[in-house]
């Protein structure tokens, strides 16, 4: 039974950082597809960043590069988001995504429906 637990949101300060977790078991959790996406208030879920777990080849939404860094701990089966320099346009619960079984970077995408197992999400408020 595959299941995505994230942890570490909470509200943060305009400017501030927060790194987040998505703890992952239940799949080979070295060639698969990891994503985290996001969704604001009354907003669609958005695209934050992808990392493929074999290599570590990562790409981010334009808005988050440069400030999040997604990255992975295999022998954790663990993935993070690590966000710096949050503004009140980050607020938004935080969804870890998995698409296990893929043999390459290349296999990665950026929509919901490219990922089958979800987390529960994690909330991030950044006040004004």
């Known amino acids: 039974q595959v299941q995505l637990v994230e942890s570490g949101g909470g509200s943060v300060q305009a400017g501030g950082s927060l790194r987040l977790s998505c703890a992952a078991s239940?799949?080979?959790?070295?060639?698969?597809?990891m994503a985290w996406f996001r969704q604001a208030p009354g907003k669609e879920r958005d695209w934050v960043a992808t990392?493929?777990?074999?290599?570590?080849?990562?790409y981010y939404a334009d808005s988050v590069k440069g400030r999040f860094t997604i990255s992975r701990d295999n022998a954790k089966n663990t993935m993070y988001l690590q966000m710096n320099s949050l503004n009140p346009e980050d607020t938004a619960m935080y969804y870890c995504?998995?698409?296990?079984?893929?043999?390459?970077?290349?296999?990665?995408?950026?929509?919901?429906?490219?990922?089958?197992?979800w987390g529960q999400g994690t909330q991030v408020p950044v006040p004004s």
């Open positions: 995504a998995a698409d296990p079984g893929r043999e390459t970077y290349y296999a990665c995408r950026t929509t919901i429906a490219r990922y089958t197992y």
């Open positions: 239940g799949y080979t959790y070295s060639s698969a597809c």
């Open positions: 990392i493929y777990t074999g290599t570590g080849s990562t």
